[in-house]
């Protein structure tokens, strides 16, 4: 089968396409027909060897985490989907190629399409797992910066949806986008304290850092403190007294299949720029760039 992988830990220049074995799904496991494939900053990450402390990789390895596509075969013991099945989870093995394993998964609603389908596992997961360790709730003010990317387009509707006022920042090109997923936008950079306190007078109840880009220190100042501030991207974080929040091993298929339903009516929406397989590379170097908005996915045909 078709897939992307990298040998060695390096720039995008390491990863390359290349035809390796279909992996055969053990006991539990699933094998999909991969249609598209979320791309996420870990990914890239990982590929440089900046994670490899946290996520050990052995080489060669495919990247990515997330996936839909269509069932092609089962393991020993499953009994919950059948082969031909239309799914999305989570890859077991990488999703950079044509086939993926599978443990968690959920089916895939008729309206929602690959692309769509795929920007939905990590970054819907990511989201409401961090806003349930900040506790939100109806009626608080939530700061999240770096709002316009793949998890914040989610985090910042299921926020509003609990109630919640979120203030987001992002640069100059996504503060209409911010507007249009219900947050009030700002920009991020110098300034910001005051930024933020005018629009919200009364402080801000909790922080969701997503951009990695030296916001905590502004962060601790607009709390008074460091309680409720979490971070995906910051690894200071420790140093500051601050949560940082990594993917959990737990995985919960009915979340991401009442989150695919939403997406799929509407109730929910995602933005995506979708590159096929053979351009993994590309998609990585705009990924590693930052400022991305909504979610990168690669196709496959």
């Known amino acids: 089968m078709r ?4 040998d060695r830990f390096g720039g995008t220049e390491v990863l390359r396409e ?6 055969q799904p053990g006991p539990g496991q699933i094998r999909v027909r991969v249609k598209a494939a979320g791309l996420n900053a870990l990914d890239g990450k990982i590929r440089s060897g900046a994670m490899e402390a946290a996520f050990p990789t052995p080489l060669p390895a495919v990247p990515g985490g997330e996936l839909a596509g269509v069932v092609d075969a089962l ?3 499953v009994q919950d989907v059948q082969v031909g099945d239309e799914v999305l989870g989570w890859s077991d093995t990488g999703s950079y190629a044509e086939y993926a394993l599978a443990t968690t998964v959920a089916p895939k609603p008729a309206g929602l399409d690959w692309p769509h389908a795929a920007a939905l596992p990590v970054a819907g997961a990511t989201a409401e797992r961090v806003l349930d360790l900040l506790g939100v709730a109806a009626g608080e003010t939530v700061l999240m910066h770096g709002a316009a990317g793949a998890v914040g387009t989610l985090a910042v509707q299921l926020a509003t949806a609990r109630g919640a006022h979120v203030i987001g920042t992002a640069g100059p090109a996504n503060q209409d986008y911010l507007t249009a997923l219900g947050a009030t936008a700002t920009l991020y ?3 910001l304290v005051e930024r933020v306190r005018a629009l919200a007078p009364d402080g801000v109840d909790a922080v969701f850092d997503l951009a ?3 916001a905590l220190e502004d962060s601790i100042t607009l709390r008074g403190g460091t309680e409720r501030i979490v971070t995906i991207a910051d690894l200071r974080a420790h140093q500051l007294g601050i949560t940082f929040s990594s993917s959990p091993r737990e995985r919960s298929a009915a979340a991401l299949a009442a989150l695919a ?3 799929a009516t ?3 929406v995602t933005t995506l720029t979708a590159y096929p397989l053979a351009e993994a590379a590309t998609a990585q170097q705009v990924s590693d760039a930052g ?3 909504g979610k990168l996915v690669l196709t496959v045909d």
């Open 261 to 263: 339903q939403d997406a």
């Open 189 to 191: 950079g110098k300034g």
């Open 212 to 214: 990695g880009k030296g």
């Open 18 to 23: 290349a035809d390796i074995e279909v992996p």
């Open 291 to 293: 400022h991305v908005r």
């Open 3 to 6: 897939a992307i992988l990298f």
């Open 75 to 77: 393991g020993e013991g």
């Open 266 to 268: 509407g109730k929910v």
